[in-house]
């Protein structure tokens, strides 16, 4: 069984950085045929993709995040991470880490969200 733990500030000021980390357990974020997402969720809104990094360390962004989005990896610790750049209290969300598979393209294991306020 896969999970997933989203671990991150609650709070960041605006124009600052938000870094946020998955730790994985139960699977390698190297096993083939999977990528590892990063998905928000603002208040009153719909899900928001905002990318994905491949088994083979690939990366993938949402367009509309690219400038300001970063996501790495740490395969000793199987983590992966997100970075957001000059964040704005736009970027209050719940962020979700969660694994995707290739082969079904459907989103097979999700964390349990982490809350991020972005203070004006």
């Known amino acids: 069984q896969v999970q997933l733990l989203e671990s991150g500030p609650g709070l960041v000021n605006s124009s600052q950085t938000l870094s946020l980390t998955c730790t994985v357990s139960g699977d390698s974020i190297t096993a083939n045929g999977y990528g590892w997402s990063w998905i928000r969720q603002p208040p009153g809104k719909g899900l928001e993709y905002m990318g994905v990094?491949?088994?083979?360390?690939?990366?993938y962004y949402n367009p509309s995040l690219k400038i300001r989005a970063s996501l790495s990896r740490d395969t000793s610790k199987n983590q992966f991470s997100l970075q957001l750049d000059s964040v704005t209290p736009e970027d209050t969300a719940v962020y979700y880490c969660?694994?995707?598979?290739?082969?079904?393209?459907?989103?097979?294991?999700w964390g349990q969200g982490t809350q991020v306020t972005v203070s004006s």
């Open positions: 990094i491949g088994f083979d360390g690939t990366t």
């Open positions: 969660a694994r995707f598979g290739q082969q079904s393209t459907a989103f097979l294991d």
